[in-house]
């Protein structure tokens, strides 16, 4: 037998008081109490002398606590979910006034009477003589150590979903391939890449290099000579070839503040 301590009160085993920390924080997160227990406890363990419990009480894993915790499914599930058999008693049910009558699932200090009533716990049935269905609400049955275990271990962030990218992208041959395929006249009709040349064009705009009206989705000639000037200020070319390289690209697109990706 374990030595019992006194937790509000009442006699407890360490089941119950490693247990109560989570208990009272479901309690709380719910509000059916303010900060915890305290004076809401009616009967502890180690009691065998009130004949109504049958023998229940006399041994540890066992408490009694007022109507007002266990009234509604809400604040049997937090009992439950916490390694708890908690069932709602009524006054039609036996010679007592309503309140809840808990047993922690899987306490070795329990009285062969709370072991029985566990049993009948796991088949779905209220623990009583009558034998009747358990008033719910049913939950995957843990004992107290597995429920403490899963409550203190923290809980990874769900992975965020992944979305369609809607980053755009340029490749540097399709931009070689506009530079030398483009029709030279505007008003034509545009080349297949005339999407990837627009992103080279707004960067040109941001950074001073093209005119806004030159943004057509031509490689034409505004547009090579604003590559041309880019490529004599930052890359420092002699003889400038009115296209970028991988490192031009991304240099201009991080002067211009815009996420592109740069592709061969």
């Known amino acids: 037998m374990t030595h019992p301590r006194r937790i509000y009160g009442h006699p407890a085993c360490d089941c119950i008081a490693q247990t109560l920390p989570m208990v009272e924080a479901r ?16 009967q502890g363990c180690y009691r065998s002398r009130n004949k109504a419990s049958a023998g229940t009480h006399a041994g540890g894993g066992v408490w009694d606590v007022k ?10 599930l937090a009992w439950r979910e916490s390694g708890w058999a908690m069932w709602h008693r009524q006054p039609h049910e036996g010679p007592w006034a309503a309140h809840g009558h808990g047993v922690v699932i899987g306490c070795p200090h329990l009285s062969w009477a709370a072991r029985r009533q566990i049993r009948a716990y796991r088949r779905g049935r209220n623990g009583l003589r009558s034998n009747r269905r358990d008033q719910g609400p049913r939950v995957p049955i843990r004992n107290w150590k597995h429920a403490v275990k899963s ?8 992975p965020k979903p992944r979305r369609h990218s809607d980053t755009p992208s340029v490749s540097i041959n399709h931009l070689r391939r506009a530079r030398y395929a483009d029709p030279p006249k505007p008003g034509t009709g545009l080349g297949p890449f005339a999407g990837e040349v627009r992103v080279l064009e707004t960067a040109l705009v941001k950074t001073g290099w093209l005119r806004r009206q030159h943004v057509d989705g031509h490689y034409g000639t505004s547009t090579v ?31 211009a503040r815009m996420r592109v990706k740069v592709t061969k």
């Open 27 to 42: 309690l709380k997160a719910i509000g059916a109490i303010k900060h915890d227990l305290s004076g809401l406890v009616t």
């Open 67 to 76: 109507a007002s915790l266990v009234d509604t499914p809400a604040k049997r």
């Open 225 to 255: 000579q604003a590559v041309q000037g880019f490529q004599r200020k930052h890359s420092h070319a002699r003889r400038p070839d009115g296209w970028l390289g991988p490192r031009e690209l991304r240099r201009l697109f991080r002067l």
């Open 151 to 158: 409550w203190r271990k923290p809980s990874r962030p769900k």
